[in-house]
């Protein structure tokens, strides 16, 4: 098989969700036994151009060409059966089942109408082997580790003998050593001629196994080429691509007075590794890292949502330092996140009532019942602070716009006045009006007096509010730069130490 | 990261559990009665537990799925009710009027899975509509009258092949059926799957709906062979044949060691050996004399005990999760960025 040749061509595709625009002119080239690191930030129209060639979605333009012929990808299956395989991030598996039954089960081996286990040992056994996997097929999904469990899902896109394989950040739920032997087997698959693409948020990872590197931004294929023609921080600067410079909300200020909240070495195995850090009354610290770095693990970590292995959290409480278990720190936290269903918005309960939730105590007459006076008093009071757009108080919060319910959620947390706030993206999806009023209103925080730890893929949003960024990659604080620190400084630090450059 | 040894010991120990618990109730009766550990009892008990079995095996076809039927006690008496009618009114041979009855619980049971799967109902919610409705149906259809089979038909009760009674053979064929269905088949690897996890089966490409919708269509047509079997032991049709067997089925499913939240269990000794555990209880109770209640409280706590292992097994009751190790030292600094930066 030549090397030259190309396996897959995407041309020039589009997609469109009605007036949205997903995909505007990406393009990817893959060659035989090549691995192609496939890049992008958050929403930069990886997954659909993955979708697309996966079947899942279909083009609004452009060409799919398969060893130079026109193809056309109609379903998951069409796409297995031109040879195109996926590795998923999440893991597929049926725990109670055996590994030989999750790797076929979409094609069971049969004989005279019964399951052929024999045939389907030996195939399974045979793929495996090729993997370099020591368990057996007999074994039960639920007794393997996490690792173990990826190279089923690894045996399972292998099954249909695919031309082409696409792994979907596998790494992330890894570790180094089972992440050493996901590499081997990459280089098996490409020695023996197949085509991979390799979508991950690690830099270091692409320069290790990758031969050839696509950039996407917007929809858009930014640059592609030999991975020897680059360096990290041009990938970087390409995935984010120019930062205009927004006006800073407030100027950035040096860390004063006793800190509120000490992070100290926080572990968690498979996602953070030692994480240290103090945050003082009224600043903003950015959690600045890649997606998948390990930055909104921190948050969820603080606030009880994952376990810890290690580490102490110590919060300032009757003037000291003192320690405080996760989940009780959550209830002192103002906890923020991009998913504003998950965060506990009750879309179908009135405004009033989804403000009310968080603080009780405030709207309850005189028999311990929920006042409905109160109640929408304390809401209006709120809605009227935020700029809350609404008919009336007891509108559904579902009918209001991404921008109002976040402001909603805001709202819920300023009833209990937190001194801590921490956000994890929580302008996505907003648009720029209703963006700019979150972040003036994060600012407004701060001033009040609050902490704020704040997490964004943004740069443009973090530089125009942080008083001091911790670099984070894989789990771990690696580094510190002070607010006024630039965008070339805070792009390198991404590609930085690490990185494997 | 692999912990074989911990996790097969501690299989092995559920397993053995099981059968200890089983064990404990025939010694029990053993020695507390006289001729509960005899041949003839024993044959006894498989008769009797007979129809239980059978149904059982379409309730666990579903539960393996994770869903729930419990219209199945209802479908075998109105399906069976087909058959009653047809032969005692319309003089319909008997192996027409069990066919009818077999079609029909089929039928039934292919519209509760069109409500679960087409109308996207909650299966315990579709099956209690079902439950309710396909009994007054029957009850309507009956008048809620006692009505006697036709003589030739009531005799087939006592047809035994040597001390074998005939329905132990049937239910003994339709048991290593229903397994052999479940473990040997790809729909049956599937359905398992659909019990692990329906998203998840669904993004591997199984037909979920497709599959869910065969499954009650077994389940009924199971229950109409239980309701035809339960019909010839008792001679006749009355307004309580199969009053409760679903939720004795249910029991029978989640002792025998399938899980509720589906994927987990076999049919073969599962369901065999859970129907024996009630038959036992139920028998031996009865040889002491003791107070008819006293069985429903005895079951009760089995059923309760039966989900207790089904939920830790699942995992739906894990140990809580690690508590910070909380450690008080507050001078200490934090300062440790220099030292994380590096990284080998």
Redesign the interface.
């Known amino acids: 098989m030549s090397m030259d040749k190309p396996v897959l061509e995407l041309v020039d595709i589009h997609k469109r969700f009605g007036s949205a625009v997903a995909l505007a002119g990406a393009s990817l080239t893959l060659r035989a036994g090549e691995a192609h690191a496939l890049m992008g930030a958050n929403g930069a129209g990886k997954s659909t151009l993955m979708n697309i060639l996966g079947g899942i979605l279909q083009r609004s333009e452009g060409q799919i060409r398969l060893g130079g012929t026109a193809i056309e990808i109609a379903s998951?299956?069409d796409a297995r059966r031109h040879g195109i395989s996926f590795v998923?991030q999440e893991l597929?598996?049926?725990?109670?089942?055996t590994v030989a039954?999750n790797v076929l089960?979409?094609e069971?081996p049969?004989q005279g109408?019964?399951?052929s286990r024999k045939r389907m040992r030996e195939r399974v056994a045979a793929i495996l082997e090729r993997l370099g996997c020591r368990?057996s097929p007999d074994d039960t999904v639920e007794?393997?580790?996490?690792?173990?469990r990826q190279m089923v899902e690894v045996a399972?896109a292998l099954a249909s003998d695919p031309r082409i394989l696409i792994f979907d950040e596998p790494t992330s739920s890894l570790?180094e050593r089972e992440k050493r032997r996901l590499f081997e087997v990459i280089g098996r698959l490409k020695a023996a001629g197949t085509a991979v693409v390799y979508i991950t948020h690690f830099l270091d990872e692409i320069f290790e196994t990758c031969e050839r590197v696509t950039v996407m931004r917007n929809g858009q294929t930014v640059t592609s080429g030999p991975l020897a023609d680059y360096r990290p921080h041009d990938i970087v600067t390409h995935m984010l691509g120019d930062v205009k410079l927004e006006e800073r909300l407030r100027p950035p200020r040096a860390p004063e007075g006793e800190p509120v909240l000490?992070?100290?070495?926080i572990s968690r195995q498979g996602a953070l590794?030692?994480v240290?850090?103090?945050l003082h009354p009224g600043e903003i610290v950015g959690l600045w890292g890649l997606l998948g770095s390990g930055r909104t693990e921190i948050l969820r970590a603080l606030v009880?949502l994952d376990?810890?292995?290690?580490?102490?959290?110590?919060l300032r409480k009757d003037g000291?330092?003192?320690?405080?278990?996760?989940g009780d720190l959550h209830a002192e936290v103002g906890f923020v996140t991009e998913d504003r269903r998950g965060e506990g918005l009750l879309l179908p309960l009135p405004v009033a009532s989804n403000i009310s939730f968080a603080n009780f105590d405030k709207v309850l007459g005189p028999l311990g019942l929920i006042d409905r006076k109160r109640e929408r008093r304390f809401g209006e009071a709120f809605a009227e602070r935020l700029k809350i757009k609404l008919h009336a108080i007891s509108q559904p919060v579902r009918t209001l716009s991404g921008g109002n319910q976040q402001k909603v959620v805001f709202a819920r947390w300023l009833g209990t006045a937190p001194r801590l706030f921490f956000l994890d993206e929580p302008t996505r999806g907003l648009d720029v009006g209703a963006k700019g009023e979150i972040l003036k209103l994060t600012a407004a925080l701060a001033e009040g007096g609050a902490s704020v730890l704040l997490a964004s893929s943004e740069l443009e949003e973090m530089m125009s509010l942080c008083d001091r960024y911790l670099i984070v990659q894989?789990g771990?604080?690696?580094?510190?730069l002070p607010g006024t620190a630039d965008k070339e400084t805070l792009m390198q630090a991404l590609s930085g130490?690490?990185t494997g450059a | 990261m692999r912990d074989n040894q911990s996790t097969s010991f501690g299989q092995l120990a559920r397993r053995h559990g099981f059968l200890i618990v089983l064990v404990a109730i025939f010694a029990v009766f053993t020695l507390a009665t006289d001729h509960f550990a005899t041949f003839g009892n024993f044959i006894a008990m498989l008769h009797a537990m007979a129809p239980v079995v059978v149904m059982s095996c379409g309730m666990a076809l579903v539960v393996l799925a994770g869903k729930l039927d419990i219209s199945i006690g209802s479908v075998a008496f109105l399906s069976s009710t087909f058959a009653v009618l047809l032969m005692n009114n319309h003089g319909v041979p008997p192996v027409v009027a069990f066919a009818v009855t077999l079609a029909a619980g089929a039928a039934l049971g292919a519209l509760n899975g069109f409500i679960v799967v087409g109308l996207g109902i909650n299966p315990l919610i579709a099956t209690l509509g079902t439950m309710i409705a396909l009994r007054g149906v029957a009850l309507q259809l009956t008048n809620a009258v006692l009505i006697p089979l036709p003589e030739s038909v009531r005799s087939l009760g006592n047809l035994s092949i040597g001390p074998i009674f005939v329905d132990i053979l049937v239910a003994a064929v339709v048991v290593i059926a229903a397994d052999q269905l479940h473990r040997r088949t790809v729909f049956g690897r599937q359905l398992n799957a659909i019990g692990n996890g329906e998203e998840v089966a669904a993004k591997i490409g199984i037909p979920v709906g497709r599959r869910v919708f065969v499954a009650f269509v077994l389940s009924g047509l199971f229950a109409s062979i239980g309701g035809i079997m339960s019909l010839i032991q008792v001679g006749s049709i009355s307004a309580y044949l199969g009053r409760g067997m679903e939720f004795t089925a249910v029991a029978v499913v989640v002792v025998g060691g399938i899980s509720l939240f589906g994927g987990r269990g076999t049919i073969l000794p599962g369901v065999v050996l859970g129907a024996l555990t009630f038959e036992m209880i139920a028998n031996g109770l009865n040889q002491m004399s003791a107070n008819p209640y006293a069985y429903r409280l005895v079951t009760g706590a089995i059923i309760f005990v039966a989900m207790y292992v089904d939920a830790m097994k699942s995992g739906r009751i894990r140990s809580r999760r690690k508590k910070l190790a909380v450690r008080d030292e507050p001078g200490r600094s934090t300062g440790t960025i220099a030292e994380t930066t590096s990284r080998p």
């Open positions: 998951p299956r998923h597929n598996m049926l725990p109670s089942m039954e089960i979409d069971l049969t109408g019964f399951v368990f007794t393997l580790g996490m690792g173990d399972r570790s000490e992070v100290d070495r590794d030692g240290s850090f103090r009880g376990g810890l292995d290690e580490g102490a959290i110590r000291r330092l003192q320690p405080v278990a996760p894989r771990r604080i690696v580094g510190e130490p690490g």
